[in-house]
């Protein structure tokens, strides 16, 4: 029976971290159904959702402390239920730019919260020197949801911050 680990690093960005732990889940025998890395200044991100046997995710477990202290890298591991894929025909993005305010972004999540909308991706970043800030939010909705009065309430909240905004069918 399959078991399911999502195991998060971060570190110092240079090169050959993300090698060596992709070869570790490999070396444990373990799956990888999905990963995401980004770059944050000087330091990167790494996660990955792992599958594998019990002896399989038992094995990583073990071996990723001492990995982490030879790549002086933070390291979490959590067990997790299952893998469940994304319904990809009611998949949205909600783009916005515009220069950079504070409470855009804990609006805009707050937008989805309060509509029990989940986000499954959020990317954002701001331009230091032009101060000009974007992100890029996808999410899913039910088929009973209205997607046009969504997009009406997004671009209304856009307005309200003085930025663009866009919902785009994926």
Known sequence: MSQYLVLTAMGADRNGSVSELTNLATECECNILDSRMAIFGKEFTFIMLLQGD????????????????????????????GYLTLDKTQ????????IDQPGILKAVTAFFANRQIDISSLKSDIDPVTNNMSAIIEFTVNQDTSIDTIETDFLQLCQQFDIQGCIRKQ
Do not use: D
């Open 54 to 81: 019990a002896r399989s995710i038992n094995l990583i477990e073990a071996r990723l402390p001492a990995m982490a202290v030879e790549l002086e890298l933070i390291t979490m591991m959590k067990r997790t239920s």
């Open 91 to 98: 998949m949205y993005s909600a783009e916005y730019t515009g």
